[in-house]
């Protein structure tokens, strides 16, 4: 017996106890050249341990992992190589490994410029997530951020806040709408290029992230390529050239390294007429390494952004003007001048600190930042409204005149339109000089002023090969400053400062009269400060492998107004109560591999977020009420997958599944109608929205030259809920009988569920043709379709009150359910057909490697709406009703519209 258990030892005793893995080994150089590359990455597809290459481009690793194997040699501006092995404990030698440089990557670092449009209509913004995406390879995403994006499309249908981006670890998002500002460090492309990208629910090393997937951007110098960069751009889109340079020096052996970049881009007028663009930006860094462990960084961004903005467009505007029409500016002195401008300057600077050993990765930061954000307007008090396109001016005014069709007045209306399509700023200087000093007309800027501090830490814990936990606590404080200022009085000599509706004053306190330079209209603080924290635990096993993560967040916000309100005498001044939220997150997802080659996902959450702070307060620029028992949003999300990851097939296929409920929305408009003419917050609460569908992305390996690809997204977002709706008036301007509380109406809920949510084409088709030749040039074209876009909806006009006619307080007879639904049915965007193409090429001369790119975005000069909205103006259903008899209504939807054929080429020499 004890023979048996002694021979029992001795043959399983290596199993047990001394069992072997794989030894893999090789030398990386870059293929040409014949020298190490640095910041080489290898790691098994699948798993998410990484392993590093010496200074010499060699390694030798040792693993566990056994049977059919990805192993994947990744590195920043070179080609990913993949090699397919089968790993039973004999060692591999692989000999030397040669990485190309990718010729292609000149397309994704000017990924933000092909894609770089927003178009706005006051408060009104279409945000995409083209920046967010900018560093994943998945062919998908690809697509939907380099294709898709100029239709305004959204990956999943979902907002831009749903996605982390974070430099260094520290979160980048704003408080105010919960979207990162990717203007903030725009134009440094070179030094931004770093990035780690987690689509949707995969764990993040350094947050627990949101559901549309998170993007680490790293700014330490020791990470980027030696050397000196230059480039120069041409466009035709929103800027007409750029110019950039970046010097890298590399980790010396000092243990410093440092980075500095500066780019100017510029345009007199972009595509649309009016709007142009002046930016300039800057970029420093300094790395101390002490080791090959530590590292502590500092990084300054300094990134100005000042563009002029264009409009949204009515049916009737658009057909007399064309798509690159654009009504906010005018002529003054022989120089284009836009009433609308944007400007953003808001300086970042962060510290940070980095360990890395073979187990732990533990990173802690600290970022300031502050600045102005300021947009312009022009303000004209008991005058007439100075837009050209103002719908009195309009053809359309004269043809649904309460007194019937005026057709003599509608083409002499048209023509003194055509001839006259821009502002007149001489005639505001007039007619400010003749009345008496008093401004009738004049320039302000609407400026928020930001002061936000942000600390964050997060590490990574390796147990064995297997195993994996972490977690990180972020802290964020904001202070932030909100007014108008006068900018320019346009000649006249003082303005007064009173509510043009109830002729109240918005400064009580203040002076009546105020000149350029002074805060008028509003002026209030926010403060806000929000603590997270989040753990999450990996496993990898043979077959399989799991993640879960959870995290806990506690915000608080609190108005504090500097103006006393005449409207608002009891509730403008001051602080108003602070408003709290907690939430909790809760994610997991695994990977089960059928073959090393083929593997199914799947992965889900449930997230509670408090509102950003845009929709906690009813109107903070006049008083400090705050939604009626407002509610944090939660979230719960479900998607499945599967990936192969052939020799010449590589792509996934993803069903996904996310429901928003207890959204709250706020959103400004003037309405005339039974609820009183005025300016009007109207307040909708209970909101839930369903999103689902499938996304896809192919590449087929043709041959070692060609590509051909394949991605789409089969999507159906709508509203999942009848919402509360709620119009606040101001108190002094409101009629009397319509006041509830407060100046606040309760509308009832509104019918909203199974319509369509406009969130951009919820179905989109690509299929692309690449060639790379063995000569360093490559050539692509893409054809896009899509469709199923729907313009956003007037909440009011589906409301039980809209049927009621004014002045009998009973519902119009007309008002039937046929007409009804033809008068509010949701209008869908035309079908969109995109053809792009793009190509390059690159030269090695002697050390200098220099490249050239260009695009060429829809070949065929195709117009098409990309977005729209309809009109809350029309207040009742006998009143839209008559302004849609004629067919070209008033007050018809306002439609975005696409650039027409545009280009875009880029030449880089680095040395």
Known sequence: ?????????????????????????????????????????????????????????????????????????????????????????NPIDLGIIYLDRDIVLEKTDNLITLTDVELSDEDTSISGVSGLLQSTRDIYLSRAAFDFGQAFFKV???????????????????????????????????????????????????????????????????????????????????????????????????????????????????????????????????????????????????????????????????????????????????????????????????????????????????????????????????????????????????????????????DLARELFLDNPQWKWSQLYEANTNNNGKAAYLLYNDVVEDKTMTAATGFNYNIGERFQFGGGVNFRKLASINYAEITDMLGSEYYEDTDTFSNTLNDVDGNLQKVEGEIINYSYEFDAVQLEGFGQMAYSAKKWNGFAAASITSFNVQRNGLFTNERYLENSFGPSEKVAFSGLGLKGGFSYFITGRHWLTASAAKL?????????????????????????E?????????????????????????????????????????????????????????????????????????????????GSYVYASDPWVQINFDTSGAEEELIATEGNVDLGIAKLKDLRLAQGPQTALALGVDYRSPKYWWVGATANFLTENYINLSTIARTQSFLLNPETGEP????????????????????????NLVGGKSWLWGKKYISAFASVSNLFDSVFRTGGYEQSRNGNFGQMQKDNLSGVPSFGPKYWYSYGRTYFLNLAISF
């Open 156 to 410: 999943r249908g979902y907002d831009s806040q749903n996605g982390v981006v974070l430099i260094n670890g520290i979160p980048m998002n704003k408080f105010i709408d919960g979207r990162p500002q990717w203007n903030n460090w725009g134009g440094l492309n070179d030094v931004i290029r770093n990035q780690e990208y987690t689509n949707a629910l995969e764990r993040n090393p350094y947050t627990f992230g949101g559901i549309l997937g998170n993007t680490n951007i790293d700014t330490r110098p020791s990470g980027m390529r030696p050397g000196l960069r230059v480039s120069s751009s041409m466009s035709n889109r929103t800027y007409r050239g750029r110019v950039m340079a970046t010097y890298n020096s590399g980790l010396e052996k000092s243990g410093l390294a440092y980075s500095m970049s500066a780019s100017r881009r510029w345009a007199n007028e972009g595509y649309v007429e009016g709007t142009l663009y002046d930016a300039y930006s800057f970029f420093g860094a300094l790395e101390f390494q002490p080791n090959s462990q530590n590292s502590i960084s500092f990084s300054a961004i300094l990134a100005r952004n000042r563009r002029g903005r264009s409009a949204a467009l009515t049916e009737e505007v658009f057909e007399l003007m064309g798509n690159q029409y654009n009504p906010y500016w005018g002529e003054q002195d022989g120089k284009i001048r836009n009433s609308r401008e944007r400007d953003i300057f808001e300086p970042l600077f962060l510290l940070n600190y980095t360990l890395e050993t073979e187990k732990l990765n533990w990173t802690v930061g600290a970022s300031y930042q502050t600045g102005k954000y300021s947009r312009s307007r022009l303000g004209y008090y008991n005058a007439p409204n100075p837009d050209p396109a103002y719908y009195r001016y309009l053809p359309s005014y004269h043809i649904n005149s309460s007194l019937g069709a005026d057709f003599v007045n509608a």
């Open 634 to 714: 939660t979230i719960t999300t479900v998607d499945l997958g599967y990936f192969v990851r052939l020799p010449s097939l590589t792509g996934r296929v993803t069903a996904f599944y996310t429901r928003f409920m207890n959204t709250t929305d706020i959103n400004f408009f003037f309405v005339d109608s039974g609820l009183g003419s005025d300016f009007v917050q109207e307040v909708i609460t209970g909101l839930d929205k369903l999103h689902k569908g499938i996304e896809f992305g192919f590449q087929y390996e043709a041959s070692s030259s060609v590509k051909v690809n394949l991605a789409g997204n089969l």
């Open 1 to 89: 017996m004890r023979t048996a258990m002694l021979l029992a030892v001795l043959c399983c005793g290596p199993n047990l106890f001394g069992q072997q893995g794989t030894v893999i080994k090789g030398n990386v150089l870059e293929r040409g050249i014949n020298v190490p590359i640095p910041n080489i990455s290898l790691a098994f597809e699948g798993t998410s341990k990484t392993f590093t290459i010496d200074s010499e481009g060699k390694f030798e690793i040792e693993t566990l992992v056994s049977g059919e194997q990805v192993l994947v040699f990744t590195a920043q501006d070179f080609v990913p190589k993949r090699f397919s092995l089968f790993l039973d404990g």
């Open 812 to 835: 119009f007879p007309d008002a039937t359910d046929e007409n009804l639904a033809k008068l509010l049915r949701q209008k869908k965007m035309g079908d969109i057909y995109l053809l």
């Open 608 to 632: 509670e977020r408090p509102p950003v702070v845009q929709n906690i307060f009813i109107n903070p620029r006049e008083h400090n009420e705050v939604v009626l028992d407002i509610l944090k």
